[in-house]
T-cell receptor
Framework: GDSVTQMEGPVTLSEEAFLTINCTYT??????LFWYVQYPGEGLQLLLK?????DKGSNKGFEATYRKETTSFHLEKGSVQVSDSAVYFC????????????FGDGTTLTVKP | GAVVSQHPSRVICKSGTSVKIECRSL??????MFWYRQFPKQSLMLMAT?????????EQGVEKDKFLINHASLTLSTLTVTSAHPEDSSFYIC???????????FGSGTRLTVV
């Protein structure tokens, strides 16, 4: 079945540091890939997405590129802020899973001033 | 946009009582709603899929009689945790499939604490 493997956390960075959170996936067909962010006590918010190979999703300074050859969708940001502290989930929805989403385990990011 | 409103956001109940969680699609019709459960510091696990006008589809290992799901209309899906126990304490989130390829719309979640 489909699966998503995320870099283990927690990740602690200083403000303005570079961020990378690794994500790899296994899926049949051609899935769409997503990054969601969850702030404390809240639900998930879509951060960015990519629907086909070589697509780059971007939002709020975050970027991720759909790499079919390495089955990866790594999240990056050049300069993190304290307000980026949250839990980040990589997810996929495939053409063969009836619209369900498969999530990675989440990576907790803490940014210190 | 596509907004899903989930209520209540927090609920504390006594062991043995039942709790109902509602998810409403505010500006679109959702024939399907996904219900997830999230344990502390863990990922989301799909519990079941509600379908308007038919029975819900439960994932393996989810007790159908404990987690009652009803999709009463094209804009409302409910999850009722029956005879709740402390081990049912968790964060429950609903999600509607996207109307486009963009992304899945999530409710804001319900923090259930059973005491």
């Amino acid at each position: 079945g489909d699966s998503v493997t995320q870099m283990e956390g927690p990740v602690t960075l200083s403000e303005e540091a570079f961020l990378t959170i690794n994500c790899t996936y296994t899926a049949t067909g051609y899935p769409s890939l997503f990054w969601y962010v969850q702030y404390p006590g809240e639900g998930l918010q879509l951060l960015l997405k990519a629907t086909k190979a070589d697509d780059k999703g971007s939002n709020k300074g975050f970027e991720a590129t759909y790499r079919k050859e390495t089955t990866s969708f790594h999240l990056e940001k050049g300069s993190v802020q304290v307000s980026d502290s949250a839990v980040y989930f990589c997810a996929l929805s495939g053409s063969t899973n009836a619209g369900k989403s498969t999530f990675g385990d989440g990576t907790t990011l803490t940014v210190k001033p | 946009g596509a907004v899903v409103s989930q209520h209540p956001s927090r609920v504390i109940c006594k062991s043995g009582t039942s709790v109902k969680i509602e998810c409403r699609s505010l500006d679109f019709q959702a024939t399907t709603m996904f219900w997830y459960r999230q344990f502390p510091k863990q990922s989301l696990m799909l519990m079941a899929t509600s379908n308007e006008g038919s029975k819900a589809t439960y994932e393996q290992g989810v007790e159908k009689d404990k987690f009652l799901i009803n999709h009463a209309s094209l804009t409302l899906s409910t999850l009722t945790v029956t005879s709740a126990h402390p081990e049912d304490s968790s964060f429950y989130i609903c999600s509607a499939p996207p109307r486009t390829e963009y992304g899945y719309t999530f409710g804001s979640g319900t923090r259930l604490t059973v005491v």
